[in-house]
């Protein structure tokens, strides 16, 4: 065997019993150790050079850069999460044809999607789902993302807090905990909007808060022009736009002009 | 995908294949005579219109007709004869003897012209591509290519669009569409270093239909937005353009910008494009469901378009009621078609607005009902699903509402009087602007594009008249010295 390949896999092996040890200042450390030396075989991506060794050393490269994301989410990083993720893209969709499936491939892409819905990014969260193909859009891990930006996007927000009981994997959870405060900010907008007013108790219920206190809080820190009296929360009400009362002269003669101008083009 | 390549097919000017037409070697002699003037005055015109005069011929190309014009316009033993011929069946030869013996009658004329060999490159490349040999077909135009690399001539530069077009073409018959994406990249690098607009646009759009092949809509988007723009060559290629940009901005949820590109695709795209036309129709429909838009009736009956539309057709009308139910099972029973046309996600997207409606219809028909009721109507799961959708599009503006959440009922607002506010008079103004705008733009389209050719005619005379004007200057000059 390789002396490189046998470095390298020794370390992953240190590196994944760190992991499981929960060791994840280590882990870190020994990940970019493990980068380093992933960049001197000449197999992987972009040079993808046929060697003796190329597919032991893309599985290997494969196997340790699905750790890298799932570190990433155990730490919580999200920046770390994007970068490592895109590394490890290229072994799924350039090398895929050449080896074997991953175990973790439809994890990790679920898992991205939802990182993507977190963040907002509806745009390229559509743009990975046409990537994938019918058989991915079945499996669970992705379906949970795909099912959740309907619901997100509809507007069925409890459906998108009952999801989080039957997450697929332990990692989604961190997602979907930062879904959760997403989802709680929207449903505060819309009930500004749609309500009048609501009884304190039930606001709570509807803003997912565990005490009224918490409520009260957050009420004083996000909405500070909410008003709490009798018992209830009064939402202000935005003005409705009145019926016209003056003429907009200045603008209409404006407009008049530009048409006379036109006119006289045409004429 | 495969249709909008038909778009090529223009029939070309009738007049070009008299009834009489004494048989298609001579006419390919004639083109060849066309090609060859048009190399020597510099004149891409010409040669488009060889192009043209080839693509009226293409049904009538036989095996043995191409043998005899290669051995006419290429000099037998040459590289690219014996390359060229090898490819050519060699059955029916004794079927047209009497055009081939005519043709060695005549004086063996040694051209030794590029355009005319990049010519018989994509002559026997439709051929093959005509005769299914679509392995052929790539050897021969991988090899065309490879030659094009070498020669630097603007009057090759259609010849070149077209052989790029082929190339890619027999490529992703044969499903391996990904192997010359490199080589497209490269390809479109030297068209942009030798000014090549007609290449690049070509490469560009065939590069784009290359990478959403695979559904590489984040790749495809950062290459058209870093790639050179400048105005468009040939209608074909930019009708091709406005249609895979719709297809990025349909995925991307800019659907205001997709509905513009896609309608004026569709309509800028020639009659006998059908296929494409279809295609264009296809994603506008969905694209202006997604906006919530309802297309027209007359959208879907249009001339040899019904039945393919057909589903698109079910599909809105079922949004347009806003029934769930309807909604789901037309996607079931249509979903191997949606799944092929790859607009299944899409349609995915659409459950969202068939809900809009059906509230937007509650909303209107009802001043004050239970939140239970609407869930019942719009066939949702439960009461708390119901409330919160209800208040997103409150939000939104898609309804005028308020919601009581102890009596757990939906209040509709009434609708003011819409003419004591200022709306009508934007919507007036903003259309009396898009009618000037169209009109002015319309005007714009009458003048005269800048002639390059003409430009170089008079750039000589200019020279010769400059010279002219110096020796007068001298003449007067020296007059002037003379008087004193």
């Given at each position: 065997?390789?002396?490189?390949?046998?470095?390298?896999?020794?370390?992953?092996?240190?590196?994944?019993?760190?992991?499981?040890?929960?060791?994840?200042?280590?882990?870190?450390?020994?990940?970019?150790?493990?980068?380093?030396?992933?960049?001197?075989?000449?197999?992987?991506?972009?040079?993808?050079?046929?060697?003796?060794?190329?597919?032991?050393?893309?599985?290997?490269?494969?196997?340790?850069?699905?750790?890298?994301?799932?570190?990433?989410?155990?730490?919580?990083?999200?920046?770390?999460?994007?970068?490592?993720?895109?590394?490890?893209?290229?072994?799924?969709?350039?090398?895929?044809?050449?080896?074997?499936?991953?175990?973790?491939?439809?994890?990790?892409?679920?898992?991205?999607?939802?990182?993507?819905?977190?963040?907002?990014?509806?745009?390229?969260?559509?743009?990975?789902?046409?990537?994938?193909?019918?058989?991915?859009?079945?499996?669970?891990?992705?379906?949970?993302?795909?099912?959740?930006?309907?619901?997100?996007?509809?507007?069925?927000?409890?459906?998108?807090?009952?999801?989080?009981?039957?997450?697929?994997?332990?990692?989604?959870?961190?997602?979907?905990?930062?879904?959760?405060?997403?989802?709680?900010?929207?449903?505060?907008?819309?009930?500004?909007?749609?309500?009048?007013?609501?009884?304190?108790?039930?606001?709570?219920?509807?803003?997912?808060?565990?005490?009224?206190?918490?409520?009260?809080?957050?009420?004083?820190?996000?909405?500070?022009?909410?008003?709490?009296?009798?018992?209830?929360?009064?939402?202000?009400?935005?003005?409705?736009?009145?019926?016209?009362?003056?003429?907009?002269?200045?603008?209409?003669?404006?407009?008049?002009?530009?048409?006379?101008?036109?006119?006289?083009?045409?004429? | 995908?495969?249709?909008?390549?038909?778009?090529?097919?223009?029939?070309?000017?009738?007049?070009?294949?008299?009834?009489?037409?004494?048989?298609?070697?001579?006419?390919?002699?004639?083109?060849?005579?066309?090609?060859?003037?048009?190399?020597?005055?510099?004149?891409?015109?010409?040669?488009?219109?060889?192009?043209?005069?080839?693509?009226?011929?293409?049904?009538?190309?036989?095996?043995?007709?191409?043998?005899?014009?290669?051995?006419?316009?290429?000099?037998?033993?040459?590289?690219?004869?014996?390359?060229?011929?090898?490819?050519?069946?060699?059955?029916?030869?004794?079927?047209?003897?009497?055009?081939?013996?005519?043709?060695?009658?005549?004086?063996?004329?040694?051209?030794?012209?590029?355009?005319?060999?990049?010519?018989?490159?994509?002559?026997?490349?439709?051929?093959?591509?005509?005769?299914?040999?679509?392995?052929?077909?790539?050897?021969?135009?991988?090899?065309?290519?490879?030659?094009?690399?070498?020669?630097?001539?603007?009057?090759?530069?259609?010849?070149?669009?077209?052989?790029?077009?082929?190339?890619?073409?027999?490529?992703?018959?044969?499903?391996?569409?990904?192997?010359?994406?490199?080589?497209?990249?490269?390809?479109?690098?030297?068209?942009?270093?030798?000014?090549?607009?007609?290449?690049?646009?070509?490469?560009?759009?065939?590069?784009?239909?290359?990478?959403?092949?695979?559904?590489?809509?984040?790749?495809?988007?950062?290459?058209?937005?870093?790639?050179?723009?400048?105005?468009?060559?040939?209608?074909?290629?930019?009708?091709?353009?406005?249609?895979?940009?719709?297809?990025?901005?349909?995925?991307?949820?800019?659907?205001?910008?997709?509905?513009?590109?896609?309608?004026?695709?569709?309509?800028?795209?020639?009659?006998?494009?059908?296929?494409?036309?279809?295609?264009?129709?296809?994603?506008?429909?969905?694209?202006?469901?997604?906006?919530?838009?309802?297309?027209?009736?007359?959208?879907?009956?249009?001339?040899?378009?019904?039945?393919?539309?057909?589903?698109?057709?079910?599909?809105?009308?079922?949004?347009?009621?806003?029934?769930?139910?309807?909604?789901?099972?037309?996607?079931e029973k249509f979903s191997t078609t949606f799944s092929s046309d790859r607009t299944h996600n899409l349609i995915v997207r659409l459950r969202h607005n068939v809900i809009r409606t059906g509230l937007r219809n509650i909303s209107i028909s009802y001043s004050r009902i239970a939140l239970a009721d609407v869930a019942k109507k719009l066939r949702l799961d439960s009461v708390a699903d119901a409330e919160s959708i209800v208040a997103k599009a409150i939000r939104d503006g898609a309804i005028d509402a308020t919601l009581d959440h102890s009596n757990g009922c939906m209040l509709s607002k009434e609708t003011g009087d819409i003419y004591s506010t200022t709306e009508p008079q934007t919507a007036f103004n903003s259309r009396i602007a898009f009618c000037l705008n169209m009109h002015n733009e319309a005007v714009r389209a009458l003048r005269f594009p800048p002639n390059s050719h003409k430009e170089k005619e008079s750039a000589e005379k200019r020279r010769e008249?400059?010279?002219?004007?110096?020796?007068?200057?001298?003449?007067?000059?020296?007059?002037?010295?003379?008087?004193?």
């Amino acid at each position: 065997m390789d002396p490189q390949l046998t470095e390298v896999s020794q370390m992953f092996e240190r590196f994944k019993a760190a992991f499981i040890r929960k060791d994840f200042d280590s882990c870190a450390n020994l990940l970019s150790q493990l980068k380093v030396l992933l960049t001197k075989f000449r197999s992987l991506p972009p040079l993808f050079e046929n060697t003796p060794n190329s597919v032991n050393e893309v599985l290997l490269a494969r196997e340790i850069y699905e750790h890298a994301v799932v570190l990433s989410v155990k730490i919580e990083d999200q920046d770390a999460f994007e970068r490592d993720f895109f590394q490890l893209k290229p072994y799924y969709t350039d090398a895929g044809s050449r080896l074997p499936p991953s175990q973790q491939e439809y994890l990790i892409l679920g898992l991205n999607l939802l990182r993507l819905l977190v963040q907002n990014r509806i745009a390229e969260f559509h743009t990975e789902l046409e990537l994938l193909s019918a058989t991915a859009l079945e499996n669970p891990c992705i379906k949970h993302a795909v099912e959740l930006e309907q619901s997100f996007m509809e507007g069925a927000y409890n459906r998108v807090l009952s999801a989080r009981q039957n997450a697929p994997h332990e990692t989604y959870v961190y997602f979907m905990d930062l879904l959760a405060k997403t989802v709680r900010d929207e449903i505060a907008g819309c009930s500004e909007k749609a309500y009048d007013y609501l009884s304190i108790n039930d606001a709570r219920q509807m803003l997912l808060f565990s005490s009224d206190q918490e409520l009260l809080e957050y009420i004083k820190e996000e909405h500070p022009d909410w008003e709490v009296k009798n018992g209830s929360v009064y939402f202000q009400k935005a003005k409705d736009s009145a019926p016209c009362k003056e003429i907009p002269s200045l603008q209409l003669i404006n407009q008049t002009l530009s048409y006379a101008r036109e006119l006289e083009r045409i004429v | 995908m495969t249709q909008d390549v038909e778009m090529k097919e223009q029939p070309a000017p009738s007049n070009s294949v008299p009834s009489s037409s004494p048989s298609t070697l001579h006419h390919l002699k004639e083109i060849a005579s066309l090609i060859e003037t048009g190399a020597y005055d510099r004149e891409a015109r010409r040669i488009l219109r060889a192009i043209r005069l080839t693509m009226a011929l293409r049904r009538k190309l036989k095996a043995s007709v191409l043998s005899s014009f290669l051995s006419f316009a290429l000099t037998p033993g040459s590289e690219a004869f014996t390359r060229l011929s090898s490819y050519l069946p060699k059955e029916d030869e004794n079927e047209m003897e009497v055009d081939t013996a005519t043709s060695t009658a005549q004086p063996p004329a040694k051209h030794s012209l590029p355009e005319l060999e990049i010519y018989c490159y994509l002559l026997v490349l439709i051929f093959l591509i005509d005769q299914k040999k679509y392995d052929e077909a790539k050897a021969c135009s991988s090899a065309s290519i490879a030659r094009l690399k070498n020669l630097n001539r603007r009057t090759l530069d259609v010849l070149a669009a077209r052989l790029y077009l082929y190339y890619s073409l027999c490529y992703e018959l044969t499903g391996t569409l990904s192997e010359i994406r490199s080589n497209l990249l490269a390809l479109h690098r030297i068209a942009t270093l030798r000014h090549d607009e007609l290449g690049q646009e070509t490469l560009l759009n065939l590069l784009l239909r290359n990478y959403l092949h695979y559904n590489l809509y984040d790749q495809a988007e950062k290459l058209r937005s870093k790639a050179p723009r400048f105005e468009a060559h040939s209608n074909q290629q930019f009708c091709r353009y406005l249609f895979y940009l719709g297809k990025i901005r349909t995925i991307q949820l800019e659907y205001t910008d997709a509905k513009e590109c896609l309608l004026q695709a569709a309509r800028k795209a020639p009659v006998a494009a059908l296929g494409f036309r279809v295609q264009c129709n296809k994603w506008a429909i969905i694209v202006r469901l997604l906006l919530g838009e309802i297309p027209e009736r007359t959208v879907f009956m249009q001339k040899g378009m019904e039945k393919a539309l057909r589903p698109y057709f079910e599909l809105t009308n079922a949004v347009r009621i806003g029934d769930l139910e309807l909604f789901r099972s037309v996607a079931e029973k249509f979903s191997t078609t949606f799944s092929s046309d790859r607009t299944h996600n899409l349609i995915v997207r659409l459950r969202h607005n068939v809900i809009r409606t059906g509230l937007r219809n509650i909303s209107i028909s009802y001043s004050r009902i239970a939140l239970a009721d609407v869930a019942k109507k719009l066939r949702l799961d439960s009461v708390a699903d119901a409330e919160s959708i209800v208040a997103k599009a409150i939000r939104d503006g898609a309804i005028d509402a308020t919601l009581d959440h102890s009596n757990g009922c939906m209040l509709s607002k009434e609708t003011g009087d819409i003419y004591s506010t200022t709306e009508p008079q934007t919507a007036f103004n903003s259309r009396i602007a898009f009618c000037l705008n169209m009109h002015n733009e319309a005007v714009r389209a009458l003048r005269f594009p800048p002639n390059s050719h003409k430009e170089k005619e008079s750039a000589e005379k200019r020279r010769e008249r400059q010279q002219q004007e110096q020796e007068l200057a001298k003449h007067i000059a020296e007059e002037d010295d003379d008087e004193f």
